[in-house]
Structure formats: structure tokens, C-alpha cells
DNA sequence: CGTCATGTTGAGCGTCATCAACAGGAGTGG
DNA sequence: CCACTCCTGTTGATGACGCTCAACATGACG
């Protein structure tokens, strides 16, 4: 536990502990270097294709999505980001932006200089298979999302990204579980979910009905409720393997393990 | 330029240096360490989904496909990888594969166990910073992949994925430029084509007749010629921007001081 | 025998339009 | 200061219509 456990950067510190499994120290040294904390409201955006950053933001309160928005206005949700992840942390490696950074609700955010990361990350190198890690979960998340959008019919594909973020807002305790029920916050409107699985709003508008109809999700504004995950789970051929490769901890050997060899040269 | 720059690894050893900016040392060591090549036949699974590899594979020569199996049998294609590349990088970190990789063309491919990889990486800690790079333009192509399957009618997602895969051949000099025409194998069927967009192979046949009959593209077998680049790339709402965020070598100079700061230590 | 080609049919989904519910903000009067 | 109205923008809900694309044919070509 650092001593920001407490404030608003208390959840980006605990997650890198628990799910990226750095070290103490790391990942307290990380959490002092969040500054500039400022909050953002919906629908704005943070960062912009094109923009080429020198700091990376951490979100720490509230929703983004990543998104792209083609000539005709078009947007594309490409995939949503819940509190204690760096989502522009690929500015580092890749100086220009390929994609929007924009809110969902209201956000809490704080930055983290290019330099001062890249400071931490010579002096902690297995800093960089942290990150490493982090950005191979994104995009096996991200394959998923190909497979909603190219292959599932549209209810699966709405129920699908339901399954999916319930089990990710349960896995950092934003998700209340009651035996099979399992009830989390929804921030999107029906438009934007519609961004993000590639249906029209009237469409997104008659599916949850349907959905509704089958008993498989209840809707209370900006929450929902899923009443029978194992339901939800078999109609959306969801399978969470892909959320986290492996149990919790089960790398934090090898992260060690690289931190001791690096130092002992 | 390394010993091996004339056989099958060169193709490897020469993109390490080039794209992902190894230092010659590093990508010398890399490729000595690739062994048991051999070769698969078309339509082959390499790597399935479920597997825990001890092992990464190099692709040396021919095509291989990033693809998941849906309980229906649907195949959904999410990326497609040229020669030089390791598909299945990620499993180092994450041990579970989410997905198949799955020849597309007859394929020589090469192996390097995981421990002398791990080895490596403690060795030259910088080729931690290229493994994540070339995760990160992984999944720039994996996020224009999801706009293209979310937001794009059938003829600007086939056309789409015809200037992406032109410009990733070209870039490692696999496609021929006469001015403004640009031609490549495509070593694809339409089948595959529309498990790569989402399409069934019907609709693929017919938009493929509309493209041809719009002069944007031509076919002979095996073979894709576009005859305006730039008619075709404005057709898709083509943007090469997040295929490489930066121009070649820009990168070198962060990665080498990150490899000259962790070894001064 | 796999791949490409071509016709027909209909389901799924997008588009356009309208309307209700709701939340703010400005102004008014109590 | 608070209550009430009016106005306006956003979201959700619903109906009518049309187009894109999938499903199931059946041949033709290597």
C-alpha cells in the first residue's frame, strides 16, 4: 500500500500492484509522478489524432473511449478504457496519435511527463515489460472486438460487449455481484454504444428491447443489470480468457525475476 | 548487415534493423537464435488457441493469419502477417494464446525457444522497447482493422484492407511500383477475404466485380494490381499514418540511449 | 474438388421521420 | 430566497420504407 492508496491516484497504484504486478517501489515512484490533476467533462476529448503528446494521461475516475472519426463523421469506438489505465501510454513509443481520446463521462485525469517515465523506465527496465504487458492485453481485447464486429449478429455483439465489461468493472470491484445477477454502471448513451458496435442508434434502440424481452439485461438509467450471467455468457459465446491471460500474480515472477538480472550486471 | 543476411533469416535479421531500429549486435544475437525452421503447408494452424507455447515463431517466408473460431464454426481473420515478423510475441508475457495463427500461403517458418528469448532481453533490455513498439503498431492495425469492419460499406472495407496490405508490402519491398500502379500477390481466396472483413465469400465475389469495374483494381491469379493508388486510397478513406507512427529510424535514437542508460548503471 | 461465378429470395439493419421524457437555464413573479 | 413557467437540447422510443448483404441455389473453370 503507498500512501496514495487513499487519494484519487490510490486506484491507478493499487491496479499496477494487482494486475500489472510491479513492484512496490515502481509503482509508487509512478504514482508521485501523476500531476496536474484536472477532471474533464463528457464527450470531450483529452488527446487527438495527429497530436504528437509529451505526457501520458492516466485516468483516474470515470470513462474514455479510443475512437477514430472517418470523412463522413462516422465515429468508431475502438475500445473503452474504466479508471487506473494509461490510454495514450503508445505516445512514447509512437510519437504521432492514431486515434481520438475522448471522455465518456465526466473524468478525472492526471499526466505523467514523457520524460519522467522514460527516467523511471531506465532506472526500473522491467517497467517496460509492465507497460509491454498491459498493451498485449489491449489488443487481445481489441481482437475481440474484430470478432464482434466482423462475425456476431447484432444482439450477441451488444450482449458480448455487455459480458465484456462486466467482467472487466468486477475485476477492479466497480461491478456488484449478487449470486448470478451482476449489476455495473453504463455511462453510454444508446448512440454510443452504437459507435461501438458498429449499429445505427435505432437499431441499438430495438436490440436492447429484445434483449430486455429475453430477460437476459434490465436497464435502470446508467446502470445495468445482467440477471443471469451464465445465460448472458452462453447466448453472447463469450469467454473471458482473453481479458486476462493468466491468473493475477502468476507474471510478477517474471517481472522480478527481469528487475534482479538487469540490476545484477 | 549479419551473416545470415542471405539466407531465409536475413529477411528477419534485415527488419529488425531497419523497422524496429535493433542495434546490429541485437538483431545478430536474435537471429542465431532461430532454429528448426521448416515448412508448412497452406491452411495450417502454427499456434491454437488454448496452447501455451515454449516457443516463439518467426515467419520467414509466406503468409500467416491472426484468426479466431466462433462456436459456429465462423472464422473471424483479425490480422494478416507478412514474412519477419513473430505472431505469437505475446505469448512471453501472456502464457494462454487467445487466438490461432493459421498459414494462409505455404509458410517457412523458424522457432525460438522462450528461455533464450528471456535471455536475450536481459541482456540488451532495449529489445524490450522494440518487442513493445512492434505490439504497438500491432494494434494501430488492429484498431483501423476495427473501423473497417464496424463503419465501412463492403467496397471501402475491401478496398481499405487492399491499400493497407499494398503499403505493408512495399515497405518491405514485396510489391512493385510502375508510377502510380502498384502490384502484389495476394495469395488469398475470397473466402478468406471475407473472413478477413467480415463478408461472405458471395458478397466478396461481387464486390471485387464492382471494384474491377470501377478501373480501381485488377486481378490476374495470385495477383492484385492497383491502377491508381491514389483513386483507390481516396475511395477507402485510406490514411497510411498509423501503419508506422514515425518514419523509419526516428525511434533508434530513444532505444539506443535506453540501451546505453540501463547498461551505464 | 476447391475456387470463382451468377441468379433469386428474404432477413437484418440503416435511414428518415415523429414524439415523449427529461434535464438544464433564463426569466418571471411570489 | 424560492417556486413556477417557458424554452431548448439531448436521449430514448416507435413506425414506415429501402438498401445492403447473407443464404441457398446451380454452373463453370481449373
Request: with cysteine; proline share 5%.
Amino acid at each position: 500500500m503507498s500512501s496514495h492508496s487513499s487519494g484519487p491516484v490510490g486506484v491507478f497504484t493499487f491496479r499496477l500492484n494487482a494486475v500489472s504486478n510491479l513492484s512496490s517501489p515502481i509503482s509508487y515512484a509512478l504514482g508521485r509522478l501523476v500531476g496536474n490533476v484536472r477532471t474533464f467533462p463528457a464527450h470531450q476529448d483529452i488527446v487527438r489524432q495527429g497530436d504528437r503528446p509529451s505526457q501520458c494521461c492516466v485516468v483516474l475516475r470515470g470513462w474514455v473511449s479510443r475512437n477514430k472519426v472517418l470523412e463522413g463523421g462516422v465515429r468508431q469506438i475502438t475500445a473503452l478504457h474504466i479508471p487506473s489505465t494509461i490510454p495514450d501510454l503508445q505516445s512514447l513509443m509512437l510519437p504521432q496519435m492514431d486515434h481520438n481520446i475522448t471522455t465518456v463521462t465526466s473524468v478525472e485525469a492526471g499526466f505523467i511527463p514523457h520524460s519522467a517515465l522514460r527516467h523511471l523506465m531506465t532506472e526500473f527496465p522491467s517497467l517496460a515489460l509492465a507497460f509491454w504487458k498491459e498493451t498485449l492485453i489491449d489488443g487481445a481485447i481489441a481482437r475481440e472486438w474484430e470478432v464482434n464486429l466482423g462475425s456476431r449478429p447484432a444482439a450477441q455483439r451488444i450482449a458480448h460487449l455487455f459480458c465484456e465489461m462486466a467482467t472487466r468493472l468486477e475485476h477492479v470491484g466497480q461491478a456488484d455481484r449478487i449470486e448470478n445477477a451482476l449489476s455495473f454502471p453504463w455511462p453510454l448513451t444508446q448512440g454510443q454504444l452504437g459507435e461501438a458496435t458498429g449499429l445505427s442508434a435505432i437499431h441499438i434502440n430495438r436490440t436492447l428491447q429484445e434483449l430486455r424481452a429475453r430477460g437476459l439485461i434490465e436497464f435502470t438509467r446508467q446502470q445495468v443489470q445482467i440477471t443471469d450471467l451464465d445465460r448472458l455468457t452462453h447466448f453472447a459465446g463469450f469467454n473471458p480468457d482473453y481479458l486476462l491471460s493468466e491468473k493475477p500474480g502468476q507474471s510478477a515472477s517474471l517481472i522480478d525475476a527481469y528487475e534482479r538480472a538487469v540490476a545484477s550486471i
